[in-house]
Structures are given as structure tokens and as C-alpha cells.
């Protein structure tokens, strides 16, 4: 009889096991010429990590401003009311990402970090697998850096329970028409109600929350796309290239075009 050539492996128990934490990095930019930058009242379910290589910009937090020099890093955590300001030309780098992990009561302010200590060693050129990797890296290195007096007590004033719910159903939904009475009966509550809470809540009406989603999109397009600005009209919504210039200068200041001409994020 032939002898076997085989022997068990006995694997460790499956509980265990420790599943790995559900990180998504939906943006990054590395090394980005700016030349205006003007982001008002940006609320966003996502992290964001903003560092810059040069001075020139100005983050605005509802009672603190951050001027952006090489030496900082900053971790926003999601639903944190934001304002960007150029000062002068510089170059930026960021990532916006989604995590599973619970940081509750995580305060709704900007942390800052030593960016000489923590900024990954990549730039445009290094390969996808490696740049991945490092941002991942930096990621993970970042949120495992927060510290207990990052945390509020459990009486933090936190953004109410039945607007983020709204806000995270109308951010996996930015092309949508919604009408109030829809939100409202989603939050499970009544309109006027609804309007009040939201409004205190995001510092935005429905309506005008729904238009800052698609002017971020919008200048997303302009960034990371040629697409025509009568495409970009197209694919967000806008009944044409007119009355999405008109739309977008009324909240940002400038035009599409100008914003493109200028290499504007």
C-alpha cells in the first residue's frame, strides 16, 4: 500500500479571525497645482484628509480657522462643516474615504497632525499598487492616532440621528429629485418639522443642500475629466451649459469655465 504523502493542518478557530476593517478611498489627489480653491460650507459624509505642500489656503471650521502651511496635516471627520479660501496658488493633496469603524462621540472638528512625521512618500509618478498602499497606510495610520480628548462625553452635540440618516440617503443619491415630503417621511417626520431641523442642523434648506451635492459633483467633473461643460451639464442634471453656469457661479462665485481655465478644485 502506497504511503500517504499528506498531513492534516489544522487551522486556527475561525472566530479568531479578525475581519478587516472596510476602508474605501473614493478620492485622492496628489501634488495638485492650485490655483483657486473655494469650498463654502462643505458637508460631506466623508473623511477627508487635506495636506499641502506649499502654503495658499485657509479652512474656515464653525469656531476655528486653520491656515495650511507644509508642516500640517488635517483629518476632517465626516459631517464636519468646512470652508476653503485661496490665498495664493499651491500645491495640495488630499483623500476623502469611508470607513466602518465607530468613533462615537467623535467631535465634528478638524484634527491636526505633523505632516513630516505622517505624509506618504509618493507623488504622480509612483505606481497605482504602491500609492494605493501608502494611502491606505496613512489612512489607517491616522484614524488608529486619535485620542481620547478627540472624543466628546456622551452629551456631545452631535448632528440629529434622522437628518443623517437623510443626509447619507441623499448623498448615495445626488442625481435625484427629491421633494420635501418625501425626506420628511423618510426622517419619519413632519415637514414643517423636518424643514426647521434640517435647516438648524446643516445650516442648508433641502433644496439648496441637494444643489451643493451637484455643484461638488460638478467641479469633481471639471477636476478629474475633459468632459465638455455641456456634458458635464448633461450627466448632472442641468437643463444646459447655460443654466449650469448660472447655477454654479450663484454658489461658487465663478463660472465652470472660469473655474477650469484656472485649474480650480
Request: charge should be positive; proline fraction near 7%.
Amino acid at each position: 500500500m502506497a504511503e500517504k504523502k499528506y498531513h492534516i493542518v489544522n487551522f486556527p478557530n475561525p472566530s479568531r479571525i479578525l475581519p478587516p476593517p472596510e476602508v474605501t478611498i473614493v478620492r485622492y489627489g496628489i501634488d495638485y497645482q492650485v490655483k483657486f480653491w473655494n469650498s463654502i460650507r462643505c458637508l460631506t459624509r466623508f473623511w477627508r484628509i487635506y495636506w499641502n505642500d506649499t502654503p495658499g489656503a485657509i479652512l474656515e471650521f464653525t469656531d476655528r480657522t486653520i491656515v495650511m502651511s507644509p508642516g500640517t496635516m488635517i483629518l476632517i471627520p465626516p459631517y464636519t462643516l468646512s470652508t476653503a479660501h485661496t490665498v495664493m496658488p499651491f500645491t495640495h493633496n488630499f483623500v476623502e474615504f469611508t470607513c466602518n469603524l465607530s468613533f462615537a462621540p467623535l467631535k465634528p472638528e478638524p484634527l491636526l497632525f505633523d505632516a513630516v512625521k505622517f505624509a506618504p512618500k509618493i507623488d504622480m509618478h509612483t505606481p497605482a499598487d504602491r500609492k494605493n498602499l501608502a494611502l491606505h497606510v496613512l489612512v489607517g495610520t491616522l484614524l488608529l492616532s486619535i485620542q481620547e480628548e478627540n472624543l466628546g462625553s456622551g452629551n456631545i452635540l452631535q448632528i440629529d440621528e434622522r437628518i443623517k440618516k437623510v443626509l447619507e440617503y441623499m448623498d448615495k443619491h445626488p442625481m435625484k429629485n427629491y421633494s420635501v415630503t418625501e425626506l420628511s417621511k423618510y426622517a419619519n417626520l413632519s415637514e414643517p418639522r423636518f424643514m426647521h431641523l434640517f435647516k438648524q442642523e446643516t445650516g442648508y434648506t433641502p433644496r439648496n443642500y441637494w444643489i451643493h451635492q451637484r455643484i461638488e459633483i460638478v467641479g469633481k467633473f471639471l477636476w478629474d475629466t475633459d468632459l465638455s461643460i455641456s456634458e458635464i451639464a448633461a450627466r448632472t442634471g442641468f437643463v444646459d451649459r447655460s443654466h449650469l453656469s448660472r447655477v454654479f457661479k450663484k454658489h461658487t462665485g465663478h463660472t465652470p469655465a472660469q473655474v477650469r481655465k484656472k485649474m480650480c478644485f
